[in-house]
Nanobody
Framework: QVQLVESGGGLVQAGGSLRLSCAASGRTFSSYAMGWFRQAPGKEREFVVAISRSGVTTYYADSVKGRFTISRDNAKNTVYLQMNSLKPEDTAVYYC??????????????????WGKGTLVTVSS
């Protein structure tokens, strides 16, 4: 059982930066691969990035490569998403996710075990 709580969303101008955090409950955080998804108005939820249990392996959607960086601190039961060079098309509700399988996270939202409630990121032009 994993409970996830996102924070750090807000309003930022295009070209700016924002850092999201996802705090996980329990004592088994290090047993889960973690990821971030996002859902823009009128669109399907899409994969953004995922990170392995150890933090060594990461997968990024092509749309965010070079701009977003995922990291995790297993001692703090927290995963982060550093977002730089933000664009208006990055506007979405961002969801933290956890699953035992890194492949499940990287392949899409179907079958993912745990979700946070989301945090809104709005990028203005």
């Amino acid at each position: 059982q994993v409970q996830l709580v996102e924070s750090g969303g807000g309003l930022v101008q295009a070209g700016g930066s924002l850092r999201l955090s996802c705090a996980a409950s329990g004592r088994t955080f290090s047993s889960y691969a973690m990821g971030w998804f996002r859902q823009a108005p009128g669109k399907e939820r899409e994969f953004v990035v995922a990170i392995s249990r150890s933090g060594v392996t990461t997968y990024y959607a092509d749309s965010v490569k070079g701009r977003f960086t995922i990291s995790r601190d297993n001692a703090k039961n927290t995963v982060y998403l550093q977002m730089n060079s933000l664009k208006p098309e990055d506007t979405a509700v961002y969801y933290c996710a956890a699953d035992e399988s890194l492949l499940t996270l990287s392949r899409g939202s179907y079958g993912v075990d745990y979700w946070g409630k989301g945090t809104l990121v709005t990028v203005s032009s």
